[in-house]
Structures are given as C-alpha cells and as structure tokens.
C-alpha cells in the first residue's frame, strides 16, 4: 500500500528530523567540549607534574569526571599525550600559515613565522612544555609517537619551506637548509623556554627582546 504524506504530515516530519538534527548536533558539541576539557586539564598536570606522575584518574577528577569517562575519549594516558601533541602542532601549523601566506618577501615571511612561533608558545605555555620539553621521540631520531607524517613534521616543514625560499631568492646563505632550519628553531625555542621557566628574572622589554633575537639570528644567515 502506497503512504500518503499530506501537507501536515510532511510539515511534522520536517519538525521531526530538525529536532533530531539539533540534538545530534548538541551532543556532539557536549562530545566535544568534553574532550577539550580533558586535553586542557592533561596538558596542565602534565607539564606541572610530569608525564609519569599523572594517572587517567588525576586527569578524571581535576574535571570532576570518572575515569571512566575519560577512557570513552582516550583508551590510555599515551595516546591522550600523542592527542595533545597532534592538536597542539596543528594549532601552530595553522597560526604560522595564516601569518605568513600574505607576505611576499620571503625573509619578512620567515620573521613573522618565527614571531609566531614564539608568542603561540608564550601565549599557552602548558601545551608548549608537553609537546616539547617531554621525551616524546628517541634520541636517535626512532619514532615512540610516531614523528614521521605526523603535525610536528608538518609544523616543522613550515619553518623548513621559509628557509629554502629565502635561500632561493638569495637572501639567506646558500648552505644546508636543515642545519639553517633547525639553528633558527633552536633559537626561539630558546626565547620561549627562558621566558616561560623564568618569569621573575628582570628581562628588558619582552616584544624587543624577542625581536632582537630573531633579527640578530636572520642578519647572522644573510648572504
């Protein structure tokens, strides 16, 4: 038999799967509000505690949750720190670009790259001391959270990409691209770690510091 739909029953049905709609769409929101909720309260006793002195459960009742709770998120503590690290790449993966894809020098592209870099690790200095003040890869370079295609990579290759155009438009020396990547990184590292393990030491004005400090490291690379 054929069903009819007349008018207020397609008027109903319409009613219906919106409401349907927005509770999905409420529950995802909740879903993940919830998740940032414990990536922000692990990347907090994480960089206060250590890694190996935070359990799911500390993480759980920071947030007033069980630790059941957090295991429907995060089968265990390890993939939650690869979450947090992904995320956080990610974040300054998208600053940097949004930076500097307007720029059309290259070299005040690769300023304002490392400017970026800086004031993303001063502005959420928990992550920051996660993501890379923790062991998370080998000293010989083997994976443990897998660099190899994950956002640290790509993060890093924004500032790898920066340099081999300032090389190719002949305004950086001509030599290895990763010695000159990494020296660069080093050196914002650097800034981020002092001013964020620091805070009471009487540094000069911190935007000029910081500008000093790349400018010094970029006139030192020029041809």
């Not at 998370?136 to 790509?154: D, I």
Request: contains cysteine.
């Amino acid at each position: 038999m054929t069903e009819f739909f007349y008018p207020d029953n397609l008027t109903l049905l319409s009613k219906f799967k919106t409401l349907i709609m927005s509770i999905a769409e409420r529950r995802e929101r909740q879903k993940e509000n919830l998740r940032r909720q414990i990536f922000d309260a692990a990347s907090e006793l994480f960089a206060e505690e250590g890694y190996r002195n935070v359990s799911m459960r500390k993480i759980a009742e920071k947030i007033d949750y069980s630790p059941t709770t957090i295991y429907l998120y995060f089968k265990d503590k390890a993939e939650l720190l690869r979450y947090i690290c992904e995320e956080t790449f990610a974040q300054l993966g998208r600053r940097i670009e949004e930076i500097t894809a307007p720029e059309t020098d290259s070299i005040e592209a690769l300023k304002k790259g490392l400017r970026a870099y800086v004031d993303f690790g001063l502005r959420y200095p928990n992550h920051y001391e996660v993501v890379f003040n923790m062991p998370v890869f080998s000293k010989n370079g083997n994976e443990k959270n897998g660099y190899e295609g994950s956002m640290g990579e790509r993060a890093f290759e924004y500032l790898r990409s920066g340099v081999k155009d300032c090389v190719r438009d002949g305004k950086l020396k001509n030599g290895d691209i990763d010695l000159i990547s990494q020296t660069l990184w080093a050196g914002v590292h650097g800034l981020v770690s002092l001013f964020n393990n620091n805070p009471d030491f009487p540094f000069v004005e911190k935007n000029k510091l910081i500008d000093s400090t790349i400018e010094t490291m970029i006139n030192g690379l020029k041809t």
